[in-house]
């Protein structure tokens, strides 16, 4: 054991080596020592203080030990083993210096990574003018689709009606007898008169539906995604006119206006129908 002043001089708080061998002689010693200062708490304080300077372990560390560090360790004698412990960390400390913190700013900043974002649903483009619902027979909506939707045609008799449509207007289509909804057109010219036969209209009420529109496709749901309306009658304004039983009466005549929230809740629900096609 070396004596508190050998050959190279006093023992010194910032020598390394000195500080690595005292570790090493406390780490040895720590379970002795504990059980010497655990006897010690039997007698008194004084006494207590006393014989623990006196222990050689004890002695070395208190050569270099901080003050507040000997006043702990002479009042820790009755729990040597705590002591100990106390006395090894400050030495840890001595020998590898706690490294300089950053400031918070230059701290790394450890974020999760995020999952991938799922696929983006097919978005409507929002309606700028009116929403209409057009209601027409199956064969005139396949007529209508085999032109990829680019017109559509009013009835002779509805031309002042027809002349309230406008660009940017939105047309949802509502078909009879299946009582579903299957996409959606947007104006995107002026109204005109045509009468090119396009739709086969009623063998016994023929129409050539001469009050046109050239029209784009907004969405266009396959016939196994048709939306029936029954699943929206109990949500939409416009059938709330007409008592539940005769909801079916909302959607008689070729054409209709309907609020901004049948047309919110009609094109989320054709956009929903066919991101499931999609997928």
């Given at each position: 054991?070396?004596?508190?002043?050998?050959?190279?001089?006093?023992?010194?708080?910032?020598?390394?080596?000195?500080?690595?061998?005292?570790?090493?002689?406390?780490?040895?010693?720590?379970?002795?020592?504990?059980?010497?200062?655990?006897?010690?708490?039997?007698?008194?304080?004084?006494?207590?203080?006393?014989?623990?300077?006196?222990?050689?372990?004890?002695?070395?560390?208190?050569?270099?030990?901080?003050?507040?560090?000997?006043?702990?360790?002479?009042?820790?004698?009755?729990?040597?083993?705590?002591?100990?412990?106390?006395?090894?960390?400050?030495?840890?400390?001595?020998?590898?210096?706690?490294?300089?913190?950053?400031?918070?700013?230059?701290?790394?900043?450890?974020?999760?990574t995020a999952p991938p974002a799922p696929p983006?649903?097919?978005?409507?483009?929002?309606?700028?003018?009116?929403?209409?619902?057009?209601?027409?027979?199956?064969?005139?909506?396949?007529?209508?689709?085999?032109?990829?939707?680019?017109?559509?045609?009013?009835?002779?008799?509805?031309?002042?009606?027809?002349?309230?449509?406008?660009?940017?207007?939105?047309?949802?289509?509502?078909?009879?007898?299946?009582?579903?909804?299957?996409?959606?057109v947007r104006v995107t010219g002026d109204l005109?008169?045509?009468?090119?036969?396009?739709?086969?209209?009623?063998?016994?009420?023929?129409?050539?539906?001469?009050?046109?529109?050239?029209?784009?496709?907004?969405?266009?749901?396959?016939?196994?995604?048709?939306?029936?309306?029954?699943?929206?009658?109990?949500?939409?304004?416009?059938?709330?006119?007409?008592?539940?039983?005769?909801?079916?009466?909302?959607?008689?005549?070729?054409?209709?206006?309907?609020?901004?929230?049948?047309?919110?809740?009609?094109?989320?629900?054709l956009a929903a129908a066919a991101a499931q096609?999609?997928?």
């Amino acid at each position: 054991m070396t004596g508190p002043h050998d050959a190279g001089g006093p023992r010194r708080a910032d020598d390394p080596a000195q500080l690595s061998e005292l570790l090493a002689e406390l780490q040895a010693t720590a379970e002795q020592l504990g059980t010497q200062l655990g006897d010690l708490g039997r007698a008194s304080a004084d006494a207590a203080a006393q014989r623990a300077d006196a222990l050689p372990s004890v002695r070395k560390i208190l050569e270099i030990a901080p003050p507040e560090l000997r006043a702990r360790l002479a009042a820790a004698a009755t729990s040597g083993l705590s002591a100990t412990r106390d006395l090894a960390d400050w030495l840890l400390t001595q020998v590898a210096p706690a490294p300089v913190v950053p400031e918070p700013e230059e701290l790394p900043i450890d974020r999760p990574t995020a999952p991938p974002a799922p696929p983006a649903e097919p978005r409507i483009q929002p309606v700028t003018g009116t929403t209409w619902i057009l209601t027409a027979s199956v064969d005139n909506h396949l007529a209508t689709q085999a032109r990829d939707f680019s017109v559509i045609g009013i009835k002779e008799r509805n031309r002042n009606r027809a002349m309230e449509i406008e660009q940017g207007d939105v047309i949802v289509f509502y078909l009879t007898k299946v009582m579903s909804f299957a996409g959606a057109v947007r104006v995107t010219g002026d109204l005109f008169e045509d009468r090119e036969k396009i739709w086969p209209g009623q063998p016994k009420n023929p129409d050539i539906y001469p009050w046109r529109m050239a029209t784009e496709k907004v969405v266009a749901l396959p016939e196994s995604q048709w939306i029936p309306a029954e699943t929206l009658k109990d949500d939409l304004e416009h059938v709330q006119k007409w008592p539940a039983e005769h909801w079916k009466l909302a959607f008689q005549g070729q054409l209709r206006t309907v609020s901004a929230h049948d047309s919110g809740l009609l094109l989320d629900r054709l956009a929903a129908a066919a991101a499931q096609t999609v997928a």
